[in-house]
């Protein structure tokens, strides 16, 4: 599965980055790296808290409706 992640720099306080499809789902690091390293790990979380929380067939209906490839996107602000 491939999921959008957006990355922003925010003046001097380092980056936010958040995946759209996951409400919610929103990281800061002082780096673009660390930034882009905590939003998968908060990704994963999230995906494995789904999956827990909704009973098994939903969590496969939702994942295979909601799965579509998606490139990579950097939003970057002044």
Not at 22 to 37: M, Q, S
């Amino acid at each position: 599965m491939q999921l959008s992640v957006r990355i922003a720099k925010r003046s001097d306080v380092g980056y936010t980055a958040w995946c759209p499809a996951l409400p919610g789902c929103v990281v800061w690091g002082a780096t673009r790296r660390e930034a882009l390293h905590r939003v998968r790990q908060a990704a994963r979380g999230y995906l494995e808290h789904l999956d827990e929380a909704l009973p098994r067939e939903l969590g496969r209906q939702f994942a295979a409706e909601t799965a579509r490839p998606v490139r990579r996107q950097a939003m970057l602000s002044a």
